[in-house]
C-alpha cells in the first residue's frame, strides 16, 4: 500500500494517533523530504502559542527560577546524554542512570532517545550534504532550524542506525510513546503551582504561571537553543579542523548549550566527551559529567585524542 491508495479517513486516524504513539504510520509510503505533516505537527506549534499566555498569568521570581532550572536541568540531559551517550556513546553508564536521564531529556520535547540518536548519526553520516536532514547549506536556515522536524520523511526511528539502543524495551517505550513524559512534566508544574499558591501565597506564582513559565517557556527557548547548532553552528564561528563540512566553532552557541557550540571540535572528535577542548573553551556539560564520574554514576570517559593538538595548534 502506497500513500495514494490511503484514504484521507484513514490519514486523519493516522496523523492524530500519532500524536500520542510515534510508531504508528503509513505503509510502504513514498514520503518526499519537503512534505511537511501540518496535522502531526500542530501540538508543536501550538506550544509556541501558549507561550504568549505569560501576558495573561504574568511572572513572578518563582516562575523564573522554575523556568532556568527546568532548561538547565534538560539541557544538561540533552547534550550530555541524548548527544554525548546516546549518540556518540562518549563514555558509560548503568542501565538506570540512562533511562533516569532518557527520561528527563524526554521531557524537553525533543522526541524520545532513539529518534534523536538515529538522526544525529545520520546527522554525521552526510554532514552538509543532501542527505543531511538539517543542513542549512543544503536546504536553508528555516529548514535546517525547524521545519526539518516537521518532515513526514523526518517522523520515522530508524532503528537500525540505533541497534546498541533499542535493545532497551524501556528506551524503546520511551521513544515510542515519547508525548507522555512530558505531559507528566507539564501537569506536575501546574499541581506544584496550585499548591504553592495556596499555602506559600507570598510566592506569587499559581498553577497556570509554573505551566507557562516552566513548561512552554522554558520548552521553547531549550528547543530552539538546541536547534541553533544545526542552523547557525554550521554557519558562523571559526574552523580550527579541515573537516569536509561546514562546523563551526562559535563560543555564544557554546554558552546557551552548555558546551554544544565548540561543533567544529566536535566534528572533528566526534567519539570524545569533551567539546570544548581547551581550558577556555567552556563546555558545562563536560563539566557536569566529570561530576558523575566522581559520583561513580557514569565512567569511562572518552579523552580528546592527542591527534587533536597535534593537528592544529590553539588560535
Known amino acids: 500500500m502506497n500513500e495514494s491508495a490511503i484514504d484521507d479517513g484513514n490519514r486523519w486516524y493516522h496523523n492524530l494517533l500519532r500524536w500520542f504513539d510515534s510508531s504508528s504510520t503509513y505503509r510502504d509510503a513514498i514520503i518526499s523530504r519537503y512534505d511537511i505533516e501540518w496535522l502531526r505537527a500542530l501540538p508543536f506549534g501550538l506550544v509556541h502559542l501558549v507561550c504568549l499566555g505569560a501576558f495573561w498569568v504574568g511572572w513572578s521570581p518563582t516562575a523564573l527560577w522554575v523556568a532556568a532550572g527546568a532548561y538547565i536541568v534538560r539541557m544538561f540531559a540533552i547534550t550530555g546524554f541524548y548527544h554525548r551517550y546516546f549518540s556518540h556513546r ?3 553508564t548503568s542501565r538506570l542512570v540512562q533511562f533516569i536521564f532518557a527520561v528527563v531529556g524526554n521531557s524537553s520535547l525533543q522526541r524520545g532517545p532513539l529518534w534523536w540518536a538515529a538522526h544525529h ?11 543531511d536532514p538539517h543542513s542549512p547549506h543544503q536546504h536553508g536556515f528555516w529548514w535546517s532550524h525547524i521545519f526539518w522536524i516537521t518532515s513526514r520523511q523526518h517522523f520515522a526511528t530508524d532503528e537500525d542506525a540505533v541497534g546498541d539502543l533499542a535493545r532497551y524495551k524501556e528506551l524503546r517505550f520511551l521513544n515510542r510513546f515519547d508525548f507522555l513524559v512530558p505531559t507528566l512534566f507539564a501537569t506536575a508544574l501546574y499541581a506544584l503551582g496550585s499548591y504553592l499558591e495556596t499555602t506559600m501565597p507570598q510566592l506569587g506564582t499559581s498553577g497556570p504561571q509554573l505551566l507557562i513559565w516552566g513548561f512552554f517557556i522554558s ?21 580550527r579542523y579541515a573537516t569536509g563540512e561546514h562546523s563551526r566553532n562559535n563560543w555564544f552557541l557554546a554558552l546557551i548549550t552548555f558546551g554544544e557550540g565548540w561543533h567544529n571540535n566536535h566534528h572533528f572528535c566526534p567519539g570524545a566527551c569533551r567539546q570544548g577542548f581547551y581550558w577556555w573553551e567552556i563546555d558545562l556539560t563536560y563539566y557536569g559529567l566529570r561530576v558523575l564520574s566522581w559520583l561513580g554514576l557514569i565512567w ?16
Open 90 to 92: 562518549t563514555y558509560r
Open 219 to 239: 520548552t521553547i527557548a531549550l528547543f530552539h537553543a538546541t536547534c541553533t547548532i544545526n542552523s547557525l553552528a554550521h554557519q558562523f564561528g571559526r574552523r
Open 300 to 315: 569511562d570517559l572518552h579523552p580528546v585524542p592527542a591527534r587533536a593538538y597535534r593537528r592544529q595548534p590553539p588560535p
Open 121 to 131: 548519526r545520520h546527522h554525521h553520516r552526510y554532514a552538509d550534504q543532501q542527505a
